[in-house]
């Protein structure tokens, strides 16, 4: 049972124009959520995050939504670079309780120059 | 430099030999977890701590053992790995509230095979 669904492997954009990254979750308990970049022969790395009190969260060239009525959030990377190219990761937990995180199966960004 | 260290790097076992591979962080972090990653399945946790002597199991604990007996460390068990643990591991650490989960590190992997 897939709790967290990231239903396109990969994806790719032109350098400059908007990347959207999309991850869909079933469980309604989940209230944090995470997305983590990861590059070949490196450990992930913390990207972004967002409770389930807001719908948005920005931080430089990255911007999460939360739609919590659909159980969807994505992950625009605005304006998309080379070296954003890599997998991405969302994750959810609950943060009320054990701190138990369920990963999606992640996407292959790939930035064209 | 803060950082999450792992050892061995890299692994080549045989069936029911018993390893550990451990797991260092320099950060006082609270949270402690491990992760297999596999290809089309993404990351799965094995088992996450809280803290000192709190553990609790993931999605994916069948095979695998843990302890915290220090802050600092957190060895993962295979008491007797089977193929099918065949797969890339990550530890990772974190204050133990999400609001400071920006701080979150990664270890760099270790690439079991278990032959």
């Known amino acids: 049972d897939q709790q967290v669904k990231q239903n396109s492997p990969s994806l790719s954009v032109q350098e400059g124009r908007i990347s959207i990254l999309n991850c869909d979750y079933t469980?309604?308990?989940?209230?944090?959520f995470l997305w983590y970049k990861k590059y070949p022969a490196e450990g992930p790395t913390f990207l972004i995050s967002i409770s389930s009190i807001k719908d948005k969260n920005e931080d430089g060239r990255f911007t999460v939504f939360l739609n919590k009525s659909a159980k969807h959030l994505s992950l625009h990377i605005v304006p998309s670079q080379p070296g954003d190219s890599a997998v991405y990761f969302c994750a959810a937990l609950n943060s009320g309780g054990y701190q138990k995180v369920t990963f999606g199966t992640g996407t292959k960004l790939q930035v064209i120059p | 430099e803060a950082q999450v260290t792992q050892n061995p790097r890299y692994l080549i076992t045989v069936t029911g030999k018993k390893l550990t591979v451990t797991c260092s962080q320099n950060?006082?972090?609270?949270?402690m977890s491990w992760y297999r990653q596999d290809p089309g399945l993404g990351l799965r946790q094995i088992y996450y701590?809280?803290?000192?002597?709190?553990?609790d199991k993931g999605d994916v604990p069948e095979g695998y053992k843990v302890s915290r007996k220090e802050k600092r460390n957190f060895p993962l068990i295979l008491e007797s790995p089977s193929p099918n643990q065949t797969s890339l591991y990550f530890c990772?650490?974190?204050?133990?509230?999400?609001?400071?989960?920006?701080?979150?590190?990664f270890g760099p992997g270790t690439r079991l095979t278990v032959l």
């Open positions: 469980n309604s308990m989940f209230d944090y």
């Open positions: 701590s809280m803290n000192v002597e709190v553990t």
């Open positions: 950060m006082n972090h609270e949270y």
């Open positions: 990772a650490s974190s204050f133990a509230s999400t609001s400071r989960w920006d701080e979150q590190f």
